[in-house]
C-alpha cells in the first residue's frame, strides 16, 4: 500500500509564510505527477499547484509569484512554499500524487489526510 502523509500547516497571520510537506512511502515503482489542492470554507476543492516528473509546474492563478512547488525524487517528497499568504488561503491542504505500484503506462492517485492552514488578523 501507498501512504502520503503532510505536515507544516499552521495559524499564520497575513503575509507570513508556511512550507507544507509530504512524503510517500510503500510499494512505489513510479511517482508521476504531484501536486496539492485546497478546500477552503464552503468550497470545493480545487488544484493549488502540480509538478510532473520532470519538472513541469502549473498553477492556480491566484497563487502564482506567492506559492512554490518543488519535489525530490530521491525521497518521494513534494513540497508547497508558501510567501505573502492571504485569508483567501484558508483550507485544508491535500497531498496529492500519482504513483505506479509497479511497471504501468499509468498510475493510481493517493491522497492524503490533509493538513490546516489558517491565514488570519
Known amino acids: 500500500q501507498v501512504q502520503l502523509v503532510e505536515s507544516g500547516g499552521g495559524l499564520v497571520q497575513p503575509g507570513e509564510s508556511l512550507r507544507l510537506s509530504c512524503a510517500a512511502s510503500?510499494?512505489?515503482?513510479?511517482?508521476?505527477?504531484m501536486g496539492w489542492y485546497r478546500q477552503g470554507p464552503g468550497k470545493q476543492r480545487e488544484l493549488v499547484a502540480r509538478?510532473?516528473?520532470?519538472?513541469?509546474?502549473n498553477y492556480k492563478d491566484s497563487v502564482k509569484g506567492r506559492f512554490t512547488i518543488s519535489r525530490d525524487n530521491a525521497k518521494n517528497a513534494v513540497y508547497l512554499q508558501m510567501n505573502s499568504l492571504k485569508p483567501e488561503d484558508t483550507a485544508v491542504y491535500y497531498c496529492?500524487?500519482?504513483?505506479?505500484?509497479?511497471?504501468?503506462?499509468?498510475?493510481?492517485?493517493?491522497w492524503g489526510k490533509g493538513t490546516l492552514v489558517t491565514v488570519s488578523s
Open positions: 496529492n500524487a500519482n504513483i505506479a505500484a509497479m511497471p504501468s503506462y499509468y498510475g493510481t492517485d493517493y
Open positions: 510503500g510499494s512505489i515503482f513510479s511517482i508521476y505527477a
Open positions: 509538478i510532473t516528473t520532470g519538472g513541469s509546474t
